[in-house]
C-alpha cells in the first residue's frame, strides 16, 4: 500500500534550521511527484514545494525560495525539505502527498491532484 510518514518537525528558534524528512512506500519517486505543504492555525493548506524526480523540476512558493531546499534520495525512498532561515510565519503542521498521476504535475501544487498524504509534522519557530 501507498504510504507517506513525515519526520524532523520540532521547536527552534527564529533563523534555525530543520530538515523534513519524507519516507514513502508502496510507489517509486521515480514516476510520481512529492509535494510538500504546510497549514498553519486558522489557515487554509498551501504549496510549499515540489520535486519531480523524472525530469529534476522543483517548485518553490515564493514565501521559501532561497531557504527552502527539497530533494529525494530514491534509494531510500525518501524526500526531504531542507528549512534554513526559518521564521516565525513558517510555524505550521508540514504535510508530504504524493501526486495522483505517473510522470505528471503542475507548478504551483494543487492539493486536489495529490491523493495520498502523510500525517503531517508540527514545526514550531520561536520569535
Known amino acids: 500500500q501507498v504510504q507517506l510518514v513525515e519526520s524532523g518537525g520540532g521547536l527552534v528558534q527564529s533563523g534555525g534550521s530543520l530538515n523534513l524528512s519524507c519516507a514513502t512506500s508502496?510507489?517509486?519517486?521515480?514516476?510520481?511527484?512529492i509535494g510538500w505543504f504546510r497549514q498553519a492555525p486558522g489557515k487554509e493548506r498551501e504549496g510549499v514545494s515540489c520535486?519531480?524526480?523524472?525530469?529534476?523540476?522543483?517548485y518553490y512558493a515564493d514565501s521559501v525560495k532561497g531557504r527552502f531546499t527539497i530533494s529525494t534520495n530514491n534509494a531510500k525512498n525518501t524526500v526531504y525539505l531542507q528549512m534554513n532561515s526559518l521564521k516565525p510565519e513558517d510555524t505550521a503542521v508540514y504535510y508530504c502527498?504524493?501526486?495522483?498521476?505517473?510522470?505528471?504535475?503542475?507548478?504551483?501544487?494543487?492539493?486536489?491532484?495529490?491523493?495520498?498524504w502523510g500525517q503531517g509534522t508540527q514545526v514550531t519557530v520561536s520569535s
Open positions: 508502496g510507489f517509486t519517486l521515480d514516476y510520481y511527484a
Open positions: 520535486i519531480s524526480s523524472g525530469d529534476g523540476g522543483t
Open positions: 502527498a504524493k501526486h495522483r498521476s505517473p510522470n505528471y504535475y503542475s507548478n504551483p501544487p494543487s492539493i486536489d491532484e495529490y491523493n495520498y
